[in-house]
């Protein structure tokens, strides 16, 4: 179980990897002359109540702010696979992720709530090396998607995703509340997008 549990993982880190890349972002026109919008997501750690650190993430004109950081996610229609994540690094070695993926049925304006044991729910962490230099693992996520804007051609291209994510998460004896706000977050989408239209 365990060796199945960590090769999903693997796959799971290589799909983000991928949709999260530089090389994937194009600029799209969705025909009314707008190019890709703005990233902006805002991520707020709480422990016992008291902010302990706040992190801002951008991709903003095709670059990422900060450079070697990457925002986004990616949704497989005919799996119901929902990834979303956010990185840093100083060259090689992380320093700071958030990471949910869970089976969405349906990837539309809703809120999505998962807890350990829940069936759909594949992953959750958080891991920022100002606080612990190991991961907090999920125990609850609560994913809200506000609005979404499309831009690609045919079945495949790139959901703008905007809303918020509530992450309940556990170090040990340690527990930390992981607030994001999302602004236009950049979702891959692979699937029947006239019938979300």
């Not at 999260?20 to 109540?49: Q, R």
């Not at 998607?145 to 556990?170: E, N, P, R």
């Not at 992981?178 to 989408?189: D, G, L, R, S």
């Amino acid at each position: 179980m365990k060796c199945i549990k960590q090769t999903v993982l693997i796959i799971l880190m290589a799909m983000i990897a991928i949709s999260c890349s530089d090389d994937s972002i194009v600029e799209t026109d969705d025909g009314d002359g707008e190019l890709n919008p703005n990233t902006k997501v805002v991520i707020t750690a709480e422990m016992d109540g008291s902010v302990v650190s706040t992190n801002t993430f951008e991709l903003k004109d095709d670059s990422y702010i900060p450079s070697s950081s990457s925002t986004g996610g990616s949704y497989q229609e005919i799996t119901s696979l929902f990834l979303f994540n956010v990185s840093n690094s100083e060259g090689t070695t992380p320093i700071f992720s958030l990471l949910f993926s869970a089976m969405l049925q349906d990837f539309e304006v809703g809120t999505y709530s998962y807890s350990t044991g829940d069936t759909d729910f594949i992953n959750g962490s958080y891991m920022n090396k100002e606080i612990s230099d190991n991961s907090y693992i999920a125990t609850s996520v609560e994913f809200v998607i506000t609005d979404m804007k499309y831009l690609g051609i045919g079945s495949y291209g790139t959901y703008y995703t905007s809303g918020s994510m509530t992450m309940v998460a556990a170090n040990g004896e340690e527990t930390i509340t992981v607030k994001a706000t999302i602004e236009n977050a950049p979702i891959t989408y692979s699937g029947n997008v006239s019938a979300k239209k």
